[in-house]
């Protein structure tokens, strides 16, 4: 059996913030992947220039699962009080797939949780021809806003 190669998604993408990003994913997942296991790693952009990772745990109950966003974003906030202005997350594909890893949109859980910290946060995400960034908010129109925060995040 040999080891096969999968592509990075990232290779040959013209921006460069879109390629750091989905290189950062993808370098992250191709080193953690363990079938069932952590399947997808996030790459969460500040705007400091920090780059911080997050790797997808899945559980036998599925609803326990932790998606690779979740981490990237409790990473960054680790890390940073620094503005959060992009994220990518890659998925790696099962050895009965093909060898290429691709980009995934964040799901609708993720979509809340990181609109609600970083409100202003662009995704990458795979456009009819290309990997490009775009507001997240487009991709969550109509937004569950609930009373327990005031609109604006404060540290008191
Ligand atoms: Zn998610």
Request: proline share 6%.
């Amino acid at each position: 059996m040999t080891a096969r190669t999968v592509e990075d998604p990232s290779a040959g993408c013209p921006d460069p913030a879109v390629r750091a990003l989905v290189a950062a994913a993808f370098t992250a997942i191709s080193s953690r992947y363990v079938l069932a296991r952590h399947q997808i790693a996030a790459a969460v952009l500040d705007a400091d220039g920090g780059m911080h990772l997050g790797l997808h745990l899945d559980a036998m109950v599925g609803r326990a699962s932790v998606c690779a966003e979740a981490g990237a974003l409790s990473a960054a906030r680790l890390a940073t009080g620094a503005e959060l202005v992009a994220v990518a997350a890659v998925r790696y594909p099962k050895a009965t797939e093909e060898a290429t890893a691709r980009v995934v949109p964040p799901c609708g859980l993720c979509r809340e949780l990181l609109l609600d910290h970083a409100p202003g946060l662009r995704a990458v995400v795979h456009d009819e021809t290309q990997l490009v960034l775009t507001p997240l908010s487009g991709l969550l129109p109509h937004k569950y806003v609930g009373t327990k925060w005031p609109a604006v995040l404060t540290r008191s």
